[in-house]
Nanobody, 115 residues
Framework: QVQLVESGGGFVQPGGSLRLSCAASGRIFSVRVMGWYRQAPGRQRELVATILNGGYTNYAGSVSGRFTISRDNAENTLYLQMNSLKPEDTAVYYC?????????WGQGTQVTVSA
């Protein structure tokens, strides 16, 4: 079974930057898609960014140009670099790994953007 642990969340002022990390362990060799999702209070969980095993990336329109999804050299850690943060980026951010027959989620890390 795969385990995912997010870190790097916290408080930041508008215009600031933050980098989230997702440390993965277990059987991750065959992962198909890795992604970041977020959920604000009272709202549906939404896709932020994904990266395919082959390296192709996809971003929500609201974060395109500001956020970057990437993997480390060992492909055991997923990152989300967040720049030019806005108050509307405030949410709990979740890491997700999708496989052919299953998917796994981290427990989330809080990001708060406020002056």
């Amino acid at each position: 079974q795969v385990q995912l642990v997010e870190s790097g969340g916290g408080f930041v002022q508008p215009g600031g930057s933050l980098r989230l990390s997702c440390a993965a362990s277990g059987r991750i060799f065959s992962v198909r898609v890795m992604g970041w999702y977020r959920q604000a209070p009272g709202r549906q969980r939404e896709l932020v960014a994904t990266i395919l095993n082959g390296g192709y990336t996809n971003y929500a329109g609201s974060v395109s140009g500001r956020f970057t999804i990437s993997r480390d050299n060992a492909e055991n850690t997923l990152y989300l670099q967040m720049n030019s943060l806005k108050p509307e980026d405030t949410a709990v951010y979740y890491c997700n790994f999708k496989f052919a027959q299953s998917e796994y989620w981290g427990q989330g890390t809080q990001v708060t953007v406020s002056a």
